[in-house]
C-alpha cells in the first residue's frame, strides 16, 4: 500500500472474478461551501449513488458541510447535523475520507485545502483563483502528502480536460493550447457577429441573462481566462505558471465595425487563452496571455458559439485535438467535481493517487519577440496621398500587408476634427491585415503612425491566427 | 496491495515527499504488432523515454516485439534480438510486464489478448475489430484477472475520448452521442460539400490521397463506424453492444444534388454514428446505428471538416461535449496507445488498475419505434396535381412536411421515360424535409409513393439532427 493516509471506510482487495463489486466501500466526503455547485454536486451524488456503487465500486456519503450560515434554508437534503461553520475542524475530521473545496477565492479556501492535503486527505476542487495564484505550492503540498489533488472543474468547467492533459497526453509534447475559457465573453463576441450588435448593447444582454455580472472587469479585461491559461500551461508544459505571468487584453475595445470587418474576410473575433512552449529539451521557453484572436470561419474554435468554452490542443504527435463544453454553471460544473471526487474514492479504496509530475521554472519568451499576423484599423485625414503615406510606415518597420480596406464615411457623418475648421475635413477608415510580423515591429509601427499629421486615430489592434488546421 | 499478479519490475511505495520521483521503475513492453501504428509506439517511447521518467516516474523499454517477419528491415531501432514470430510465447514471457497489442483483426489478436490477461499481464490495445465482436469477453476476462485492459486507440485514434468517458463522465447520465468516426467518409462528404464534388469523384480522390481503400466497402457503407460505436455504447451505457447489434447505412447512394439541397437549407451532411439511451434506471432501452445526417450548419459536427473526427456527447447534468481530432493515422494512434501504457505502466508501479465496471444485456428499442426529422427527394412526373398527390400520401401517414422545394429541369435534360412515347413527360425533383415522424409512419409513406404512377423514384432519405444545440 503506498500511501497510508486517508483509507477509506472499508478498503477492501479489489474485486477479482467479477467485474460486478460485491464489497463496495463507503466514502465520507466532506463538503467546504454549498452554493450553486455545492448544492448541485449534492443532489447530483444523491441520484446517482446506487450507479455510482454499481460501477466503480465506492458508496458516496456527504458527511459533513462547512458553509458560512447553518441557519439558512437549503433545497439540498443533508444528514442531520452536517452542516457546520467550522472548516478548519471538518478537513482534519478522521469521519471525514475525501475533502471537496467549492467555496472559491484564494482565502480561506487556500489554507483550508492546504491543512486537509498535510491531514493526508485527497482534495477535489474547483477553485480556479487558488490554482492560479499557487498552484505550484498547492501541486508540491499533495506531493509531498502521497494524496490526490484532482481539479477538473477548475478550468473550463464541465468539460473533461484536465484529466485527458494530465493521463491521456503525459507522454504528449504539447506545443499550443488555445482555449475560449470565458462564456461571458464569447457570449458577448456571438451576438456581435451574429446580431451585429455594439458591444454595449451586447454587455447589456449578457447582464441580463445571467452570463455577465454587474461589475463584468474580470471576464471582459480577459483575467479569467488568464487565470485559467496558466494553470493549463503548468500541466502542459509542466513549469511554473501564474496568473501574474500571463499577460491580458481584454475585448471592451473591440467595435462592431471590427467585427464586421472580420466577416467579410473570412474571420470570427474570439478571446483566445493561448500558451505556447517554444524550442526542445533544454532550451524551452514559454508564453501564456490572452488577447482577441481574428480566428479563420473554417476553424473548429469558429464554431465555438454563445456561452459554450473549448480548448484546442496541438500537440507534436497526435496533432489538433479539441475539447467543447460547457465551461461555467452549477450543475456542468458538479458533473466534473463529481468525476474527480469518483476517481479520487476509487483510488484511496485501493491506496493509489495520481501524480502531478514536477514542475519547473521555465524562461518566458519576450513579447517583442513573439510573431503574429495583424488587423489594424486606422482612421485617417481622407486626402491624397494618405495611403501612401500610411502604407511606408508600415515597409521601414518591415511589417507585410496582406489585404487592405479603405472606407470613407458618407459627407458629414464621421468627422471627429470639430471646432479646428469652419468645414470640417473628412475621414477615412482603414482596415489592414498584416502577413506575419514581430510585435515589436507592429508596436513601432502603431507609435510612428500615431505621430502622423494624417491619422486622427489608431483604432484596434487585433492578432490572426495564424494557422489554417490540418485536413 | 489489490492484486497480486503483473508486478512491475521495481515495484515499490510511490514516492513521499516530492514530485519528482527519485525511485522510479522500469516497465518492460511486449509489443504484438510492428506496423504503421507500432513503428510510430517505438520511436514515439525512444524519444519521450525521459521525459515521461521525469514526469510519470516510469521508464518504458519495449523488450520483445512479435511480428509475421523477422527479416524484414525495419526502420525502428529495437534491442538486438527483439523481434520474435512467436506472440504466444512473448504474451506469458515473465521478462514482460505490459502487452501492448497494435496488431489489429479479431484472430489471432483476441487469443494473444486474453492469453496475456489470463497470465495477469495488463493489456493496451488499438483493435477495434476485436473489441466491436467480443468487447464485453475482453472487459470480463481483464476484470477477472485484475488487471489493466486500454482501449483509447481503439475508437477514435488520438483523440482523448475512452478516458474521459470512462472515468470523467462515469457519475453522469450519458443521454446520447453522435460520432463523426470515419475519416475517409468525412473526407469525401467534405469534399462534395465544399467542392460540389460528385460521390464518385470524391472517394477516387480520397483513394488517391490514401484516405480511402481500394475496397473501401468497410468505410463508405458505415461498417468500421458502426464497429467504433458499438464499443463507445457498451461504455456509455454499461450495455452489451456488438458490432452486429448496430445497424448501419452508408453514404454510397448520396447524390450531389442531395448535399446541395442540404446548403440551401442550412445543413451540411454528416455520416453519424449514433447511440442513444432512452427510458430511466429500471426501464432502460438502447439504439445504437449508423446512417447520414443532415446536421445545422451551427451545430459543433457541422465544423468538423475533411479527415477529421469528432464526438459530440449529451450527458443530463453536464451537457453538451464535444472531442475533435485524428480519429486514424500511425502517429495520432500512438501517440493515444502511449497515453494508455504510461497509465498501465503508473497503475502497475502502485499496485492498482482501472476498473470497467459491469455490464448488462439492455433491450434494444426497435427501430421502427424511433422518431426522427427526415429528407426526402422525389422524383416524379411534372403534371398538374402531382405535389396533392404525393401530400397527401404523407398526410395520411400522419408526416407533417416542414418545407419542400420542386425543381424541374430544363426541358430534354433529365427524363427517365425512355421509348414509353414518343414525347418523354417531363420530370420534376421534389424535395421535402418533414417534421418529426416515426421510423415506421416514413417507411410506409415511401412504400406508397413507390406504388405512385406519378413517382417515378424514390431518391435519397436522410434523417435530420433534432435539435440545434443549447447557447
Given at each position: 500500500m503506498p500511501t497510508g493516509v486517508g483509507e477509506p471506510v472499508r478498503a477492501g482487495r479489489a474485486p477479482a472474478g467479477s467485474l460486478t463489486d460485491v464489497n463496495s466501500s463507503v466514502v465520507r466526503v466532506g463538503l467546504l461551501g454549498c452554493g450553486t455547485v455545492g448544492s448541485a454536486l449534492v443532489a447530483l451524488v444523491d441520484e446517482q449513488r446506487d450507479a455510482i456503487e454499481a460501477r466503480a465500486g465506492v458508496r458516496l456519503e456527504i458527511v459533513r458541510v462547512a458553509v458560512r450560515d447553518t441557519t439558512r434554508p437549503r433545497a439540498v437534503s443533508l444528514p442531520d447535523g452536517a452542516l457546520t461553520i467550522d472548516g478548519a475542524g471538518l478537513v482534519v475530521d478522521p469521519d471525514v475520507d475525501v475533502v471537496v473545496e467549492v467555496?472559491?477565492?484564494?482565502e480561506p479556501a487556500g489554507a483550508l485545502v492546504m491543512a486537509a492535503l498535510a491531514a493526508g486527505k485527497p482534495v477535489v476542487t474547483a477553485n480556479k483563483e487558488l490554482l492560479a495564484v499557487a498552484g505550484p505550492e498547492v501541486f508540491t503540498a499533495a506531493g509531498a502528502a502521497g494524496v490526490d489533488l484532482l481539479f477538473e472543474a477548475a478550468v473550463v468547467g464541465g468539460i473533461p480536460f484536465v484529466r485527458p492533459l494530465r493521463?491521456?497526453?503525459?507522454?504528449e509534447p504539447v506545443n499550443r493550447v488555445l482555449g475560449i475559457m470565458n462564456g461571458t465573453t464569447n457570449y458577448i463576441l456571438t451576438r456581435m457577429t451574429e446580431g451585429g450588435a455594439d458591444y454595449g448593447d451586447a454587455l447589456a444582454e449578457a447582464q441580463a441573462l445571467g452570463?455577465?455580472?454587474?461589475?463584468?472587469t474580470a471576464d471582459v479585461e480577459g483575467f479569467d481566462a488568464g487565470a485559467k491559461i496558466a494553470i493549463v500551461a503548468s500541466l502542459a508544459f509542466g513549469a511554473r505558471v501564474r496568473a501574474g505571468d500571463v499577460a491580458c487584453e481584454g475585448i471592451s475595445g473591440l467595435a462592431a465595425d471590427d467585427i464586421a470587418f472580420a466577416g467579410r474576410h473570412g474571420f470570427v473575433v474570439k478571446l483566445l487563452a493561448v500558451a505556447e512552449r517554444f524550442g526542445k529539451a533544454d532550451a524551452t521557453e514559454v508564453m501564456a496571455r490572452v488577447h482577441p484572436v481574428f480566428v479563420p470561419v473554417t476553424h473548429p474554435l469558429a464554431s465555438v458559439r454563445g456561452s459554450f468554452n473549448a480548448v484546442f490542443v496541438q500537440g507534436e504527435v497526435v496533432g489538433d485535438l479539441m475539447f467543447y463544453g460547457r465551461g461555467a454553471g452549477g450543475d456542468p460544473t458538479a458533473s466534473a467535481v463529481l468525476g474527480d471526487l469518483i476517481d479520487a474514492a476509487s483510488n484511496l479504496r485501493v491506496g493509489a493517487h495520481g501524480s502531478l509530475g514536477s514542475f519547473v521554472d521555465l524562461p518566458f519568451r519576450p513579447v517583442d519577440e513573439l510573431a503574429s499576423a495583424f488587423y489594424l484599423s486606422i482612421l485617417a485625414?481622407?486626402?491624397?496621398?494618405v495611403l501612401a503615406t500610411v502604407a511606408g510606415v508600415f515597409g521601414r518597420h518591415g511589417v507585410s500587408i496582406a489585404s487592405m480596406e479603405q472606407v470613407v464615411p458618407p459627407a458629414g457623418v464621421a468627422s471627429s476634427a470639430v471646432g479646428a475648421s469652419l468645414e470640417p475635413e473628412r475621414e477615412a477608415r482603414i482596415d489592414f491585415i498584416t502577413h506575419m510580423a514581430g510585435e515589436r515591429d507592429v508596436t513601432n509601427t502603431i507609435a510612428e503612425l500615431r505621430g502622423?499629421?494624417?491619422?486622427?486615430r489608431v483604432g484596434s489592434v487585433v492578432r490572426v491566427l495564424d494557422d489554417e488546421p490540418d485536413r
Open positions: 467555496m472559491g477565492g484564494v493521463e491521456s497526453l503525459l507522454g452570463y455577465a455580472e454587474a461589475d463584468p485625414v481622407d486626402q491624397p496621398g502622423l499629421d494624417v491619422v486622427v
